[in-house]
């Protein structure tokens, strides 16, 4: 049965999806929800395992070899993608019952996490295919399960940030599929490793740079690169907490890792990224994307919001690690798509709890919340040190590695702009620490309600994870160095 | 072509979203004709039956819920978004120029996978249709993956606007609802579709068992088995139709189709192949091949119909 873990990975939810629909019960779709996703995450681990021991595991679907049929290649970075989308699944989905409970109506609830078992096959579909057009019809799923979650927040915004992201996301994937299309014009296959081997030799043409073009455009709305980050955060604002942490964790860093697989494995061999103006352009976007979204950040009132800028702030150092095109930038980029997942996911988890108990995540609304909700402002505050990037938090590894590999390469400016960015999280974190803990609670307002155990645990493994691996960052290191060194090798 | 441009350019500048929802069906159908050209009979298959057809219908009853009157927005950057299209378009055509000349038997993509499809695929599969069998067999994965998408769609809908909502509920009852009204009065059209329907149904079910000889699938026979509902709604009376289908039944519907074609993956997992490897199903690989692509291809149809339906009652819900 190991052999078949590859297709397993995905199946399993693939198939939970319509049993929890025809479950239609609410308790029943949340079991059915949860354990399919730690079964998931018990899979990536041990492919993880077997990757890291035997190397390259191949699965061809329905036993049709690769180029002609789709091929699931596993390399070092999917199976640690597939055990990123699958842990912080994992964590989410005790947190999510009560949170989903008190945001969802509960005839909904059932479709709900049918939407999310699909969500989660997408993003596990993405990661672990070797095929170009395979990985299209996840991203749809994907994306489609994504717009209707969001959709779904109390707020009536949120009705018109999934519109948006609708909007923005459907031409991305366009963008992706002309990109694909051009690129199976001019070779006739879809495999990556098969398109690695060809695509060097037709690589002058201009329908390749074009492709290219489509393909880092297309990519580039998905994971919010700047300036076509403008879905991002409404999106994260008024989806349902649950989502939110979900996909912030999760959606924009498997898109990171398919514009990874696509400029380092399927253009691998082709020379446009070591010598040519893309580096630049991209190091540049994310240059702005630190300052400016960091700078967006400190100048809003809902903390959810504040929180979505730091993501497109947080991606723009992923890359930038991908920009330098080396392995310690690409390694810096692939560590921090795990740091950023435990700690960005921690953080929108207490912003669930504060949801849940106070009803709302304006800034205002926090006074005293410090005295009031003690257990999870503490976790606010640990995961915003994990932020910022003080000492023994993922974090500070993330950025330890970026900013060594800003130096390798006598990017002076790139350091500077690190800095900086990291500053400017002090400010936008110590605002929301200001007002939960120095302004006194507003008059009237309960004594101390904590939120319950089922949602404050997940959200102290989350960050208790942010630390853990602060500490002891070799294993995720190793990994991620492996995956980069993996990368530059060439063709699979 | 030419047609095609003029529609698109027509669809960009009319204000009317009734008139806007049928050049789309024109446009579609016209996109039809240049996939038979093209010798893509699938293709044009799919897109004269979704494209012109469901979508059509779908955006039709999106219309009676909202207003057919597009509103002018005052906002815009309209200087902004046309230069962006013009630059997106601009390398597009740049794209094309190295592009192989059309109808070029050395172009790349008539070397490297396809001639294993042309040449093989009989002996490996055994059905005559190719197209089908790359569809269902060699990138089976892939069709999985868009009934998938079609599944996820249709769930979406129901999570969205399927529950009773509280509060205020729209009650408008646009021109198409009015139009309807007429229609419904309309003798001819009562005895037309009397007479269609049933045959439209054996059109589906032809072209869900035929698919493996010619042109046709799952895909395209869920659609049009799902139009023959939705013409009956559309004509007689959406309460009635509901009745033949109910909001239940196409729900499990829905669900099954998707759950068999997974479930054809798995029991070849079972039987010692891989995932969606249909030849271990029998003894002999053609056969087992065929009777995998049959019950997949019919996993697609019912899980298509479901969806199409579905979607069609879920608006139409909205109305009352």
């Known amino acids: 049965m190991a052999a078949h873990y590859p297709a397993l990975q995905v199946v399993l939810a693939l198939l939970a999806a319509p049993v929890c629909l025809i479950l239609r019960r609410p308790n029943a779709a949340w079991a059915v929800a949860t354990v399919i996703t730690w079964i998931s995450l018990a899979l990536a681990l041990s492919l993880l395992g077997r990757v890291w021991e035997t190397g390259v595991i191949l699965y061809p679907m329905g036993d049709w070899a690769a180029p002609w049929g789709i091929e699931y290649q596993i390399d070092t970075v999917n199976a640690f993608m597939l055990v990123i989308v699958t842990l912080i699944g994992s964590v989410v989905m005790p947190f999510a019952r009560a949170s989903v409970e008190a945001e969802i109506e509960e005839e909904r609830i059932y479709l709900f996490y049918c939407m999310y078992l699909l969500n989660l096959a997408g993003l596990l579909g993405i990661a672990i295919t070797g095929d170009v057009f395979n990985l299209f019809v996840f991203l749809e799923i994907s994306s489609l399960s994504s717009y209707v979650m969001i959709s779904l927040g109390r707020d009536k915004r949120a009705l018109t940030a999934a519109y948006r992201y609708l909007v923005m996301g459907t031409i991305g994937a366009t963008f992706y599929l002309i990109g694909v299309g051009m690129m199976y014009m001019m070779t006739g296959t879809l495999n990556m490793a098969d398109l690695a081997t060809i695509l060097p030799a037709v690589a002058d043409s201009r329908t390749v740079m074009v492709a290219l073009g489509f393909l880092t455009v297309g990519l580039g709305l998905k994971l919010a690169l700047f300036p076509l980050h403008l879905w991002l955060p409404n999106a994260y604002a008024y989806a349902p907490s649950a989502v939110t942490v979900f996909l912030a964790a999760t959606g924009t860093k498997v898109a990171v890792y398919a514009f990874i697989r696509i400029f380092f494995t399927v253009f691998g061999g082709v020379e446009i990224f070591t010598a040519g103006v893309i580096p630049e352009i991209l190091a540049v976007l994310a240059a702005l994307a630190m300052i400016g979204a960091s700078a967006v950040a400190i100048y809003q009132t809902d903390v959810k919001r504040l929180l979505a800028y730091s993501s497109i702030a947080q991606i723009g150092y992923m890359v930038l690690g991908i920009s330098m095109v080396t392995v310690t930038g690409l390694a810096g980029t692939i560590v921090h798509l795990f740091n950023h997942a435990i700690m960005k996911g921690g953080l929108f988890m207490a912003m669930g709890c504060i949801l849940f108990k106070i009803g709302s995540v304006q800034l205002d609304q926090f006074e005293g919340l410090g005295k009031r909700m003690p257990v999870t402002m503490a976790a606010f505050v640990a995961g915003g040190f994990s932020l910022i990037g003080v ?25 500077a702009v690190i800095l900086v960015s990291s500053l400017m999280a002090v400010i936008y974190i110590w605002r929301v620490v200001e007002v939960a803990y120095f302004r006194p609670p507003p008059k009237g307002s309960a004594e101390v309600s904590e939120a319950p155990l089922s949602m404050l645990v997940p959200l102290w493994i989350l960050i ?8 002891d960052a070799t294993r995720t290191l190793d990994i991620a160095f492996a995956a980069a060194e993996s990368l530059f090798g060439g063709p699979l | 072509m030419v047609f ?23 446009f579609s159908l016209m996109s039809a004709v240049l996939y038979v050209v093209l010798d893509a009979v699938d293709v044009a298959f799919t897109e004269a039956a979704v494209g012109a057809g469901i979508a059509t219908v779908l955006m039709l009853s999106t219309l009676a819920l909202t207003s057919s009157e597009e509103r002018v927005s005052e906002d815009g950057k309209p200087m902004w978004a046309l230069g962006l299209v013009v630059v997106t378009g601009a390398v597009l055509i740049y794209g094309t120029l190295d592009m192989p000349p059309f109808g070029d038997a050395y172009a790349p993509i008539h070397h490297h996978v396809a001639p294993r499809y042309l040449e093989r695929s009989g002996q490996e599969v055994g059905i005559p249709n190719v197209v089908t069998s790359i569809l269902a067999s060699y990138r089976g994965y892939d069709t999985l993956g868009e009934v998938y998408v079609i599944f996820t769609a249709a769930c979406g809908v129901l999570l969205i606007i399927g529950q009773p909502k509280r509060g205020r509920r729209r009650t408008l009852r646009m021109l198409v609802g009015e139009m309807r009204h007429g229609m419904r009065q309309n003798v001819i059209l009562r005895v037309v579709s009397k007479l269609l329907i049933p045959f439209i149904l054996v059109f589906a079910l032809y072209v869900q068992w035929h698919g493996d000889f010619g042109p ?105």
């Open chain 1, 391 to 415: 000492p023994l938090t993922v974090g500070f590894v993330s950025k330890w590695y970026l900013v060594q590999a800003a130096l390798e390469k006598g990017w002076w400016l790139a350091v």
């Open chain 1, 464 to 471: 208790g994870a942010s630390y853990y691996f602060g500490i």
């Open chain 2, 216 to 320: 046709g699938g799952g895909f395209q026979a869920g659609v049009i088995f799902a139009s023959g509902f939705i013409l009956y709604a559309l004509i007689f009376d959406v309460d009635t139709s509901r009745m033949v289908v109910p909001s239940g039944v196409t729900r499990l519907l829905l669900a099954l189709g998707v759950l068999l074609y997974a479930g054809v993956g798995v029991v070849g997992l079972l039987r010692g192949g891989n995932f969606l490897n249909y030849s271990v199903l029998a003894e002999e690989q053609t056969v087992g091949q065929h009777l995998g692509i049959l019950l997949v291809e019919f996993g697609v149809g019912l899980t298509v119909a479901a969806a199409m339906i579905t979607i069609f009652f879920t608006f139409a819900r909205q109305e009352h």
């Open chain 2, 4 to 26: 095609m441009a003029v529609t698109g350019f027509a669809i960009a500048r009319l204000r009317n979203l009734f008139g806007v929802v049928m050049l789309t069906g024109i």
